[in-house]
């Protein structure tokens, strides 16, 4: 019987000499794939030594390290449920997500043990290892005592792999569940797609918790065998001193802006490149055009979100990387644009996206209804993204249905913020909308109302709000004001807050 685990796909693709080198640090140090694979195989010895139930998720919220995606990987080969938690993440946001999963391991930095770990037994989690960024921590003193072989644990393509928690429209995050299956011909269709070739280096510059840095990035090195150059954080000048090195780069917009702002990005630094890749957000064209002329190289842009991986993609080859699209769907993934009322459109005509496909998610984390309501009788899933395909296959996002910010590759959801700051002592109601920004892309400004009688203090909101929640999410600027807009019905009308603030950051 064929073993499903995406780890034996990884880890078959892991070149013959295994003492090459797989990894190297910023600061230089390096890893093999010797390392990689006696690395995860410890820890995953290490989990399976807990008797841990069927299933089990393993949640983690550590700074970025090789050792954080050794553990994903030994999670996987153990075949329990990898959980990546953002670092920017507060108690109470820690405390719905582990209340939520219920998992059986949780690993965190040892400066967090303490909140953590109280929060983690609260949900009933009788592990929690610490794991430092320094190579450090209770989970690698334990793992160093397990054995460096391990038979990686047979999975079915439909088992689960992990679940990445996205925002929901009201109220809380949602579990999104994805399996073996939708992970691995994810990679395996981005591996030929992207023209993944012997000798390819790829610059990993991103966080290790989201779609973006944790599956597009690694398992496209990993299952190509290719060397990384892992930076923990990201660093346009370190990036620079690093791309004569290289060939493939992956980031957000923001890191493509804020590398143009660097004045060593030349075609020079670039010469051993081959492909940058961008995605998350939408980039602006002014970036496209503008790293043309400064690079000589043609981004290509490529769409996807948390409940299905990557889904479409401008061409590698054989075609134009059209700037202002995101290319065409990928081999395997069926995209369609529908009206409200779930009819097809013609080429050109804006409305709803919704695709179907090997990599698209089960369906989010104990919350059937939920995962109903995105699915279409014909299995299709509602994106909340708008856009339209064009007479030649090139699609373009125009926007989303669902009210969320999308701030240098995060995702922030308004009614979420603005359920706390309504929480607030004296404030009446709130609007959060987004505006352009020329670093995140996007950033929230939240609009405030009080009570009668109360006054308020727009500092000590946004205060209130670094203190309680993920930073990302604060919005950029606090207005208190007398009335919001609002229509007929008495909605607020955020398109009216939207237009009147769009230049405070221009
Ligand atoms: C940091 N801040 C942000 C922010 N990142 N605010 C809004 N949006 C963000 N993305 C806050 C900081 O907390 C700080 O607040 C202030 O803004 C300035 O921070 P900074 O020092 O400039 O930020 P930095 O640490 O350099 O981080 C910026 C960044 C990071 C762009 C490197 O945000 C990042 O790595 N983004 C990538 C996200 C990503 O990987 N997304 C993929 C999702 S997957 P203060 O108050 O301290 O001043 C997905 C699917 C798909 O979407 O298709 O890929
Ligand atoms: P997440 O839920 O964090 O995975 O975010 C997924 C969302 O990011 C998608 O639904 C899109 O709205 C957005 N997104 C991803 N890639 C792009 C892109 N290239 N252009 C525009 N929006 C994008």
Redesign the pocket.
Do not use: E, R
């Given at each position: 019987m064929t073993n499903h685990n995406l780890f034996a796909a990884l880890r078959s693709a892991f070149p013959g000499d295994l003492d090459e080198v797989a990894i190297e640090t910023g600061p230089g140090l390096l890893y093999s794939w010797r390392d990689l694979e006696h690395g995860s195989a410890m820890m995953a010895n290490l989990l399976q030594s807990l008797n841990l139930p069927e299933g089990a998720r393993i949640a983690v919220q550590v700074e970025k390290s090789v050792e954080a995606m050794v553990l994903y990987l030994a999670t996987l080969r153990a075949g329990y449920v990898f959980l990546p938690l953002n670092t920017?993440y507060q108690s109470a946001e820690i405390e719905y997500f582990l209340g939520n999963a219920e998992p059986s391991v949780v690993v965190c930095g040892s400066a967090n043990f303490g909140w953590v770990s109280k929060i983690a037994f609260k949900a009933g989690t009788q592990n929690v290892f610490t794991l430092d960024d320094d190579r450090t921590g209770s989970l690698l003193e334990r793992a160093a005592h397990c054995s460096d072989r391990h038979e990686v644990v047979a999975r079915q393509a439909d088992d689960m792999a992990a679940i990445l928690y996205t925002s929901g429209t009201t109220g809380r995050s949602k579990g999104a569940m994805l399996s073996h299956g939708n992970l691995l011909s994810n990679a395996r269709v981005l591996k030929d797609y992207w023209g993944w070739k012997p000798g390819d280096v790829l610059i990993h510059a991103?966080?290790i918790f989201?779609?973006?840095?944790l599956f597009?990035a690694i398992h496209g090195a990993l299952i190509n065998g290719s060397k990384m150059i892992w930076l923990s954080?990201?660093d346009p000048k370190k990036v620079i001193e690093k791309l004569p090195e290289a060939t493939v780069f992956m980031g957000?917009p923001?890191?493509y802006v804020r590398l143009l702002a660097e004045p060593g990005l030349n075609r020079e630094a670039c010469r051993s490149m081959r492909l940058f890749i961008a995605?998350?957000?939408p980039l602006l064209i002014e970036t496209f055009r503008e790293w043309q002329e400064r690079t000589g190289h043609t981004i290509l842009e490529r769409?996807?979100?948390?409940e299905t991986a990557?889904l479409t993609s401008n061409p590698y080859q054989g075609g134009e990387r059209r700037g202002g699209t995101v290319g065409f769907a990928l081999p395997g993934v069926s995209l369609r644009v529908v009206d409200d009322t779930g009819q097809r459109l013609p080429p050109g005509e804006i409305g709803n996206i919704q695709v179907k496909g090997p990599n698209v998610f089960s369906g989010y984390w104990r919350m059937p209804e939920k995962t109903a309501e995105e699915f279409t009788l014909e299995g299709y899933f509602r994106t909340g993204d708008v856009g339209k395909v064009d007479a030649d296959g090139y699609i373009t996002i125009v926007g989303r249905s669902r009210d969320l910010i999308i701030?240098?590759?995060?995702?922030v959801y308004p009614a979420e913020i603005e359920g706390f700051i309504n929480e607030l002592p004296g404030v009446l109601e709130s609007a959060v909308v987004g505006v352009p920004h020329p670093?995140?892309g996007e950033?929230g400004v939240a609009v405030v109302i009080a009570r009668p009688g109360a006054t308020l203090d727009s500092l000590r909101i946004v205060a209130e709000m670094?203190s309680k929640m993920a930073?990302?999410k604060?919005p950029k600027h606090c207005f208190v004001v007398s009335e919001l807009p609002r229509n007929t019905m008495g909605k607020v009308q955020k398109n009216v807050l939207r237009e009147q603030y769009k230049a405070l950051f221009a």
């Open positions: 920017a991103l966080p989201h779609v973006h840095g597009v954080k990201f957000v923001t890191l995605g998350s957000a769409y996807g979100m948390s990557m701030s240098g590759g995060y995702n670093d995140f950033v670094k930073n990302f604060v």
